[in-house]
């Protein structure tokens, strides 16, 4: 499930193009009916707990806006409301949404959604996902270019595809953003893969 928000008046990810690299990463499962590719666009908190409520999922990949306070050190997601407005979506409340769905794998390529609070460590986004049970979570220590995060999810995907193991296919995808965007920079780093078991593949 491709989960997208893009609420007026933040600045624009590249959702449509980073969700044709996923495509692109899966056309060949997807083609002998082995994957399948669903999308969730302008998802709302109440339309995202829906779709989770029907089941039948194994990655949620969310694309859009994160932060992390630093006075209350507490994560969150940047969702939308009804109206196609800013709702931000505390880490407690997207944890309860997600977590308990079978998920297998859970995708956040938001801005900060990797950080940890300073006392409480789990009061970030994914930490909190993590400490809830989910099996393996990908997220972004800090801010990222949106290039070099849509590079990052498309060979991460694309070496699952292949059978390759969550740590592997994260290794190969670091590669990847260094390779199209340089090692000058750090954004090959802000990733970050938290895994019960790092040698999984999903198949």
Not at 35 to 47: D, F, N, S, V
Not at 72 to 90: F, I, K, Q, T, W
Not at 100 to 128: H, I, K, M, Q, Y
């Given at each position: 499930l491709v989960v997208s928000a893009r609420p007026r008046g933040v600045p624009p990810v590249a959702a449509g193009e980073e969700t044709a690299r996923i495509r692109?990463?899966?056309?060949?499962?997807v083609g002998t009916g082995l994957a399948r590719i669903e999308l969730l666009p302008r998802a709302t908190p109440a339309r995202l707990q829906r779709r989770l409520a029907e089941g039948r999922l194994d990655v949620l990949h969310f694309i859009g806006h994160g932060a992390?306070?630093?006075e209350s050190h507490e994560g969150s997601?940047?969702?939308e409301d009804a109206a196609g407005r800013p709702r931000p979506l505390a880490?407690?409340?997207f944890r309860?949404?997600?977590c308990r769905r079978g998920l297998r794998l859970v995708f956040l390529n938001a801005c900060e959604t990797g950080r940890g609070g300073r006392s409480d460590w789990n009061r970030g986004v994914a930490p909190a996902l993590v400490a809830a049970g989910l099996p393996a979570v990908v997220a972004n220590q800090y801010s990222v270019l949106d290039q070099a995060a849509t590079?990052?999810?498309a060979d991460f995907y694309a070496q699952l595809?292949?059978?390759k193991a969550l740590a592997d296919a994260a290794r190969e995808a670091?590669?990847?953003?260094?390779?199209e965007h340089g090692t000058s920079g750090l954004d090959w780093a802000v990733p970050v893969l938290f895994a019960r078991d790092p040698r999984e593949a999903l198949r």
């Amino acid at each position: 499930l491709v989960v997208s928000a893009r609420p007026r008046g933040v600045p624009p990810v590249a959702a449509g193009e980073e969700t044709a690299r996923i495509r692109a990463a899966f056309r060949n499962l997807v083609g002998t009916g082995l994957a399948r590719i669903e999308l969730l666009p302008r998802a709302t908190p109440a339309r995202l707990q829906r779709r989770l409520a029907e089941g039948r999922l194994d990655v949620l990949h969310f694309i859009g806006h994160g932060a992390f306070d630093p006075e209350s050190h507490e994560g969150s997601v940047l969702m939308e409301d009804a109206a196609g407005r800013p709702r931000p979506l505390a880490f407690e409340s997207f944890r309860q949404i997600v977590c308990r769905r079978g998920l297998r794998l859970v995708f956040l390529n938001a801005c900060e959604t990797g950080r940890g609070g300073r006392s409480d460590w789990n009061r970030g986004v994914a930490p909190a996902l993590v400490a809830a049970g989910l099996p393996a979570v990908v997220a972004n220590q800090y801010s990222v270019l949106d290039q070099a995060a849509t590079a990052f999810a498309a060979d991460f995907y694309a070496q699952l595809a292949r059978g390759k193991a969550l740590a592997d296919a994260a290794r190969e995808a670091r590669l990847a953003v260094g390779r199209e965007h340089g090692t000058s920079g750090l954004d090959w780093a802000v990733p970050v893969l938290f895994a019960r078991d790092p040698r999984e593949a999903l198949r």
